[in-house]
């Protein structure tokens, strides 16, 4: 018996020996199905996107020192970056903190945090692309190595803007957000998009889908205590803004972003009722700015402005600025001191004044001035303070000379000029109030009658004749009295 009992207790010894190396053996299996593509370590122990994560590979030309080539290599990358290179905004949003001592000169938060956020919203950063089966379990996490180093740079983007912003004051925050604005309406149906998703309450904080990782992660618990605060709160939620930008993708006639439209209107009982109020505010909405902020750190390289005019409005419009005549170009540049005279015609220029705009611009200084940088000359002039550029560019936007024909812009740049006292102004406005003009501006008879007279007392001859007639026909009237 005694024998016996020996070798059951030695056949269930070997069973549990078995046993532990099966299960051992199916572990480590587990765990290499999970390590697939030649990650260093199994992803088992790792939290996409944590700190022990690696992130994306950066080439060479845009990661080493490059102090003397430091313009050329931003202009490189704002234009990448402009166009959607997820890449190229990181690389932005860490030029402009200065992480690199050769960068100091260039540093700026607010640039910084513009180019972290459009990061952020950008769909090339959270879309998987490499879907991977890693074997039998492969179920558990099914990503390419490509979608993990995304993960942890959005990880990280989303940690370094938070910490950015909460820094920031009220006014300054406002400002990275009118700069993501600006840049993604020049992108088009997919930049009002992203818009209209960085504004709906059923995406994450930065337009990506409720389950994704980073956005779960910055949103933290319900009571935002462990959550990125600064960060999820760029932008404010509301249906409004939401609808609004959906609306403004249509408008650019894109069939997809009607399908959208559509279900967004259906995705809750209560958006349908915004429509009307919706469709009369984006008659009247306009981008932040006429063009990309120029402004630049002392002794660093001016923010060039790379969003180009794309589709047929934009290239017609550009190319009917030469039957503007130049001498508003040049009255501009005189205004901004960059000529000290009014050239009446582009031969009238020197080179080195055609640099000293281009410099301004933020464009590479070829000394040859483009129908972009004509246009690009009144506008800066425009939002400088000239009364005169101001009243030019709210024609141009009116006519369609060099900019698209918009009446919202026309009608704000008509109320720039008229404030400083310009009786053209005041009498192009009347015209808007006497006729009323699409939703930009309601017919209001007595508001036009008002303005008019302003202009007609400010010396405008076309007031002043109508007055006159009106005045003239007045008093023969009393007279038959």
């Not at 894109?254 to 505010?281: H, I, M, W």
């Not at 009786?423 to 209001?444: I, M, N, R, T």
Request: with cysteine; hydrophobic share 40%.
């Amino acid at each position: 018996m005694s024998e016996r009992g020996e070798a059951d207790r030695g056949r269930r010894g070997q069973g549990r020996a078995l046993g532990v190396a099966l299960v051992a053996f199916l572990l480590i299996a587990a765990l290499l199905t999970m390590a697939a593509c030649g990650e260093q370590a199994p992803t088992f122990f790792r939290r996409t996107g944590g700190a022990s994560d690696e992130g994306c590979p950066r080439p060479a030309a845009l990661t080493g020192a490059e102090f003397n080539d430091q313009e050329r290599g931003l202009r490189v990358l704002r234009k990448a970056a402009f166009r959607g290179d997820f890449f190229a905004q990181l690389e932005l949003g860490s030029r402009y903190a200065a992480e690199r001592a050769t960068d100091k000169n260039i540093e700026d938060p607010i640039e910084s945090a513009t180019w972290l956020a459009m990061a952020l919203a950008n769909e090339q950063g959270f879309a998987p692309i490499n879907r991977v089966n890693r074997g039998p379990f492969g179920g558990w996490r099914p990503l390419s190595r490509y979608d993990d180093c995304r993960a942890q740079e959005r990880a990280s983007a989303y940690r370094r803007l938070d910490r950015t912003l909460s820094r920031m004051t009220l006014e300054e925050q406002e400002a990275v957000r009118d700069r993501v604005i600006y840049v993604l309406s020049t992108q088009d149906a997919p930049g009002f998009r992203t818009l209209a998703r960085l504004h709906d309450g059923l995406y994450g904080p930065f337009g990506e889908p409720q389950d994704n990782p980073q956005g779960r992660e910055a949103w933290g618990r319900r009571d935002g205590r462990d959550g990125l605060r600064a960060a999820t709160g760029l932008f404010r939620r509301n249906d409004v803004d939401a609808y609004l930008y959906n609306y403004l993708a249509v408008q650019t006639g894109d069939v997809g972003s009607y399908v959208l439209l559509k279900d967004f209107e259906r995705s809750s009982p209560n958006r349908t009722q915004y429509g009307r109020f919706v469709e009369a505010k984006a008659r009247q909405w306009v981008p932040p700015f006429e063009f990309y902020p120029n402004k630049a750190p002392n002794s660093g390289v001016p923010f060039s402005d790379e969003s180009r005019p794309r589709g047929d409005a934009f290239e017609y419009a550009t190319g009917r600025v030469t039957e503007l005549p130049f001498v508003h170009v040049g009255r501009a540049l005189r205004y901004l001191g960059i000529s000290e005279i009014a050239a009446a015609q582009p031969t009238a220029l020197s080179k080195r004044e055609i640099e000293s705009l281009e410099a301004v611009l933020g464009h590479p200084m070829d000394g040859r001035l483009s129908l972009l940088e004509r246009v690009r000359a009144i506008q800066l002039a425009a939002v400088n303070g000239s009364s005169e550029a101001q009243l030019v560019l709210a024609v141009m936007y009116a006519e369609g000379i060099g900019v698209p024909i918009d009446y919202a812009r026309s009608f704000h740049w008509f109320e720039e000029a008229a404030r400083q006292g310009s009786p053209e102004a005041k009498f192009a406005l009347s015209s808007y109030f006497a006729l009323g003009v699409a939703g930009v501006a309601d017919q209001d008879k007595a508001e036009a009658v008002v303005l008019r007279i302003d202009s007609a007392l400010a010396g405008f001859a076309p007031s002043a004749a109508r007055l006159q007639a009106v005045l003239a026909q007045v008093s023969r009237s009393q007279q038959r009295r």
